[in-house]
């Protein structure tokens, strides 16, 4: 069966094929991901899918990091980073599009942010480590996709929340 699963994986890694990974919805379904290292060291590229409520790409992070770590029965077997990686470059790979998923120059200007100061955030060692641990999607302030603010201090111009809540 080993040999199957590593004959598997080359295959997967060969034909440039990009596994979405979606921890949120498998988990609900009580599935999980066999191994998300060995597909990473594998070299296949995975991406991050949010095909739920709640479309918290922060909590798909966080949820994915810890039942990688449960089926690898090691803390260090996924990191942060590679579910940030996921969350960001895989998903923009994986749509071959290098315009995407990273502050670089050419790339679209799309990307949020967050004060990671706030109390229930905690310390901060490593930022990528504590965004994906400690924060969730609510903790975004600042939305720009295309370089464009569309979203400034939670305000989102001509959207009103409570309006939406009551439908």
């Known amino acids: 069966v080993e040999e199957k699963n590593e004959r598997d994986l080359q295959l997967l890694s060969n034909s440039g094929t990009t596994v979405i990974h979606c921890p949120i919805i ?17 070299g296949i ?15 798909n992070m966080r949820i994915g990091t810890s ?4 089926i690898e029965r090691g803390a260090d077997a996924s990191t942060s980073a590679d579910f940030f990686r996921m969350a960001t470059i ?26 990671l100061d706030e109390l229930h955030i905690g310390t901060v060692d490593d930022p990528i480590k504590t965004l994906v641990l400690n924060a969730s999607g609510t903790d975004v302030k600042t ?7 569309v979203m400034q201090d939670r305000q989102i111009p001509g959207v ?8």
């Open 26 to 42: 498998m988990g609900r379904h009580g599935m999980a991901q066999e191994s998300v290292a060995k597909f990473v060291h594998a």
């Open 45 to 59: 590229q995975i991406g991050m899918g949010t095909d739920t409520f709640p479309p918290d790409m922060i909590q």
């Open 67 to 70: 039942i990688a770590k449960i």
């Open 90 to 115: 895989g998903g923009a790979d994986a749509l071959d599009r290098s315009d995407l998923g990273r502050l670089t120059p050419g790339a679209k200007a799309d990307m949020i942010i967050i004060d």
């Open 143 to 149: 939305s720009i996709i295309n370089g464009r603010i």
């Open 160 to 167: 009103e929340f409570d309006v939406l809540q009551q439908q």
